[in-house]
């Protein structure tokens, strides 16, 4: 028998000097630079952009914190207002104040003290804080009281060099006598919605957020962690489960106002819960948010090596034991994670509230889950509608306000996130 080798063919070394294999490498290192380049061209535009957003919102927003006050000193004793000091106690003080005229007072005290034309220099609602200082102290009936009034909101923006050339002469003019000041507006912190933008709050809006919020994580949580341990850990794998994962995903991508039909369709019309009530709202973000935790609760779960459920099982622990004492804890982080994206998501949606009527007036901050109530989207939506330019930055203030509890939010999750990561 003849044994036939064959010869390896003989290769040409190469010749890295050659005129062509340069051009080939200048070209390729050309290539490289421009595509980081291109890159880093994408992430200054990107960064550009945001730095813009933020400038903006915080000029604007800025302006929203602050309010513009004149100083007006009423004189009670002297005024027509007849009230029993010790009507002023107990449960009865609302009701002996409801008839008295205290607007008509500290306008007299307005014209008195600024002239017969200075009619309209306070907000309408300036009335009110006088009204909360005789509830507070009684004994003010009895003298005279000097009081810092918010502004009507044309004088507002002459503060501010925005307003009207009118309003900032008689800004002017105030501010020579030292009758005028502007200063943190904490009544935007502590109220609720009004018709004066001098005189409107957040806290109101914001409260019904985190009702809202609340009720989302509570259902959305629990019940995406479940669903994603049973489908990945012990459904079997036939087209069921397959029709269920499909269903998943594509539930992820349905448009949120499709949840707004179903919350009015099914949580208002056939099971009557309370209209623009944060539960409502909450449960109607939680079927948004919870295909987004179910897909991230099963891909952080799927990430968890097999060899840790073989090491647990061949110690003896049982398929529960697996799951919640090993699985779960290592999945925790990418678990939380989605729970982030989805909550965030939640928080800035809007279109599925209107349609539940979370867009109503709300006069006064919810006081439970199932009274009346907006969030900050909502309210953000309803201010920049407004006519007045007073709502203009009351707008950007509220929308600050809105990234700082998204901030929070996102800040408390990554804690608990780090917090339970394990390395292995």
């Not at 400038?55 to 927003?61: I, L």
């Not at 991508?253 to 539960?279: D, E, K, W």
């Not at 800035?348 to 349609?355: C, D, S, V, W």
Request: aromatic share 8%; glycine share 8%.
């Amino acid at each position: 028998m003849t044994n036939t080798t064959h010869a390896e063919p003989r290769r040409t070394p190469t010749n890295w000097n050659d005129q062509a294999m340069q051009e080939r490498i200048r070209g390729r290192y050309a290539s490289e630079r421009r595509f980081r380049l291109l890159g880093l061209f994408a992430v200054l535009l990107s960064a550009g952009f945001l730095a813009f957003l933020l400038v903006t919102m915080a000029a604007n927003g800025a302006r929203g914190f602050t309010q513009t006050e004149v100083r007006v000193e009423v004189d009670f004793a002297k005024s027509a207002l007849f009230i029993d000091p010790a009507a002023l106690e107990g449960f009865g003080a609302d009701a002996a104040l409801a008839g008295a005229d205290i607007d008509g007072a500290v306008q007299t005290a307005v014209r008195a003290q600024y002239g017969e034309s200075a009619d309209g220099l306070l907000s309408d609602a300036a009335w009110l804080r006088v009204r909360d200082a005789i509830l507070e102290d009684p004994a003010l009936l009895n003298r005279s009281e000097t009081f810092w009034l918010p502004a009507r909101s044309g004088l507002d923006q002459a503060a501010k060099s925005d307003g009207s050339a009118a309003d900032e002469q008689i800004y002017r003019q105030l501010d020579d006598q030292d009758s005028v000041r502007t200063g943190f507006n904490l009544g935007f912190l502590t109220g609720a919605d009004a018709t004066d933008p001098t005189v409107v709050g957040i806290w109101g809006a914001f409260k019904g957020s985190l009702f809202t919020m609340l009720v989302t994580l509570a259902l959305a949580f629990p019940i995406g962690v479940l669903s994603a341990i049973y489908l990945e850990e012990y459904a079997p794998r036939n087209r069921w489960t397959d029709l269920i994962e499909v269903s998943i995903n594509n539930l992820a991508a349905v448009p949120s106002i499709i949840f707004g039909l179903l919350g009015l369709a099914v949580f208002l019309n056939f099971m009557h819960l309370p209209r623009s009530a944060p539960l409502v709202g909450g449960i109607t973000l939680a079927l948004m948010t919870m295909p987004v935790i179910v897909i991230a609760g099963r891909n952080a779960i799927k990430s968890v090596p097999p060899s840790i459920r073989d090491a647990a099982l061949g110690v003896g622990a049982s398929r529960v034991q697996v799951v919640f004492h090993h699985v779960l804890p290592l999945a925790l982080p990418g678990i939380l994670t989605g729970t982030i994206i989805g909550m965030a998501r939640a928080l800035g949606e809007t279109a599925p509230l209107l349609m539940i009527g979370m867009r109503a007036f709300i006069a006064s901050p919810p006081g439970g889950f199932t009274e009346p109530a907006t969030v900050l989207p909502v309210q953000i939506f309803l201010w920049s509608d407004e006519v007045s330019r007073g709502f203009v930055e009351k707008t950007s203030a509220a929308i600050i306000v809105l990234l700082a509890f998204l901030l929070a939010m996102n800040g408390l999750a990554i804690y608990l996130r780090n917090k339970f990561e394990r390395r292995w």
